[in-house]
């Protein structure tokens, strides 16, 4: 039976991506966990592996296609037997909204008919998935059904990890006979429409005589688009600051890399920072949360993002359980991320996840601004450049101090005014008395 491969989503903001590369021609045969093909995300150039084993029977998609939309057929694998001569079309002919809504009600009574087209031979549809005692479709590789018998697995009781919840041969691997059956998600909430702007022809016509160059949006510059509108529109931003005095961290850090030089480790100031929100979230734990649509999850570990600037857009990668590493582990793992970051080659569970993010223009010479909270995080720290100003000293002569502008953008939703207020203080506190951080 003809099993198709479905264009996957990389990542949780992917909605369409560029087949680079193929890794495999028709004919060849694969094995579940093959690479087969590369796929260019809104975040990274990818290896994508077969989910199944098979011989690829028809390629759909052409490498260096653009656009491809999240679970279009891009390949077909057949089984021993079959041939690419057996493939009919799989893909159903364009609908109108209306079309589709109605399928989407009728769904569950009767499948779509294909469409062929006399240009090629179409990929032949799977058959409808059998049905359990209940009524309900179980929808699950031939490969997966027949380990199932084997094993006595009763597939209704698994959740597929395969496209669109297919059952394949590794969820039946690491089953057992009797296993529960994985409660059904709630149905998410309807995300708010992003509030409608002026089109691209409307923009044009206001600059119709002017000389400019339109410039191509790539996957990453559009999901940031996306992303921060949604954050913006979406999220109760309030915020918080302060003034952090450096001086006594500056003389510290300058200490602890004259005896890491021999070790080849240099820590910058970020890094400090990095280790002062960690413990910060670990001592205000009610402010380690993230916004989970209808409910907080507070998290345990500190779990922390770091903005890192890239060639159209930026990624955020996570310094897990940041909390338990020294500074010297900290430094090294984001030096890696961070070069990694800007060659496109991290995976997606290197910048997925975090509770709290930081975001740093102090190397620019800002001296302080806002930023946009990432969701699901429930704060973001906006740090801006040491800068030596006058202060009055404790005994009320005035003196002259690094100054160091900070910024938390809060989820009012997630973390109160005052619990914000206690954060910030914990991550002031942290960054004035670095010595504690070490105990």
């Known amino acids: 039976m003809a099993t198709e491969i479905l264009m996957p989503a990389l990542s949780p903001t992917m909605e369409e991506g560029t087949l680079a590369k193929w890794l495999v021609k028709e004919g060849d045969t694969v094995a579940a966990g093959d690479l087969i093909a590369e796929i260019e995300t809104d975040k990274a150039t990818m290896e ?3 989910a199944d084993e098979g011989i690829v029977g028809k390629i759909l998609v052409a490498e260096g296609s653009e656009g491809v ?6 390949a077909v694998l057949v089984e021993e037997g079959e041939s690419a001569d057996d493939i009919e079309a799989s893909a159903p002919a364009p609908k109108d909204k209306d079309e589709g809504e109605q399928e989407g009600e009728q769904k569950d009574e009767a499948a779509p008919e294909a469409k062929t087209s006399d240009d090629a031979p179409a990929t032949k549809a799977a058959p409808a998935a059998p049905k359990d005692d209940s009524g309900e479709r179980v929808f699950a590789s031939p490969l997966a059904r027949r380990i199932a018998a084997e094993k006595g697995i009763d597939l209704t009781a698994l959740q597929g990890s395969g496209p669109r919840g297919r059952i394949v041969k590794a969820d039946v691997e690491a089953a057992k006979p009797g296993a529960a059956k994985a409660p059904a998600a709630d149905e998410a909430a309807p995300k708010a429409a992003p509030a409608a702007g002026p089109d691209a022809a409307q923009v044009m016509k206001i600059y119709e005589g002017r000389d400019y160059e339109e410039v191509k949006l790539d996957g990453m510059r559009k999901t940031v688009a996306v992303r921060l509108t949604e954050a913006k529109q979406t999220i109760p931003h309030f915020y918080l600051r302060r003034d952090i005095l450096l001086d006594e961290l500056l003389s510290f850090r300058a ?6 030089e021999a070790r080849g480790v240099k820590l910058s100031v970020n890094d400090f920072i990095i280790k002062a929100c960690a413990l910060a979230l ?6 380690n949360a993230v916004w989970a649509g209808d409910r907080i999850l507070k998290l345990t570990p500190s779990d922390v993002a770091v903005a890192v600037a890239v060639d159209g857009g930026l990624f955020t990668p996570v310094l897990k359980d940041a909390e338990q590493k020294s500074l010297s ?9 961070a070069s990694r970051a800007r060659d496109r080659k ?4 290197e910048y997925l996840g975090g509770s709290f993010a930081v975001s740093n223009l102090g190397m620019y010479g800002i001296d302080n601004f806002d930023a946009v909270i990432n969701p ?3 704060a973001i720290l906006a740090v801006g450049a040491g800068v030596k100003k006058p202060v009055v000293q404790d005994d009320g002569s005035l003196g002259v101090a690094t100054v160091m502008s900070v910024t938390l953008s809060v ?3 997630v973390i109160d005014g005052a619990l914000g207020a206690e954060l910030l203080e914990a991550i002031k506190q942290n960054l004035e008395n670095p010595l504690a951080m070490l105990a």
């Not at 900290?330 to 890696?336: G, N, Q, W």
């Open 48 to 50: 994508f592996e077969a």
């Open 69 to 74: 939309k999240v679970n279009t057929p891009i």
């Open 255 to 260: 200490q602890l890399n004259a005896r890491l």
């Open 282 to 287: 670990q001592q205000v734990p009610m402010a």
């Open 329 to 337: 582990a900290l430094s090294a793992e984001m030096k890696d991320l």
């Open 346 to 349: 991290l995976a997606p569970h």
């Open 376 to 378: 699901p995080h429930g």
């Open 411 to 413: 989820d009012h939703r």
